[in-house]
């Protein structure tokens, strides 16, 4: 791992805790490369950005399973009534008209 890897880890886990988690020989190592405890302060703020990162990603998850669930509910369309609407998950519509065939005359 690079310095700045560790570095990462060190923050977002904090020292405390990989101490009670048996990590004190790479804690070690780390420090010997150079990374530095930066206190509890700025493990907390990733843990609160971490934490506002799940919440959103559940409440994100909640709210799409809801749509596929009862798509008329939420001003969607039945499939039986717009088939040729649905897309695939993942694909998006380009934003250039379809290639027409036109020739051109002399």
């Avoid at 804690?27 to 907390?44: F, M, P, W």
């Avoid at 669930?69 to 998006?92: D, E, V, Y």
């Amino acid at each position: 791992m690079s310095v700045e890897e560790m570095q990462t880890i060190t923050d977002l886990i904090g020292v405390e805790l990989m101490i009670q988690l048996g990590y004190e020989a790479e804690l070690r190592h780390a420090q010997q490369a150079g990374v530095v405890d930066k206190g509890r302060e700025v493990t907390e703020l990733y843990r609160q950005i971490f934490r506002m990162w799940w919440d959103l990603r559940l409440s994100k998850e909640r709210a799409w399973s809801s749509i596929s669930a009862n798509p008329l509910a939420f001003g969607g369309q039945s499939r039986t009534h717009a088939p040729h609407q649905m897309r695939p998950q993942g694909t998006m519509r380009s934003i250039y008209p379809e290639p027409t065939s036109t020739k051109i005359r002399s």
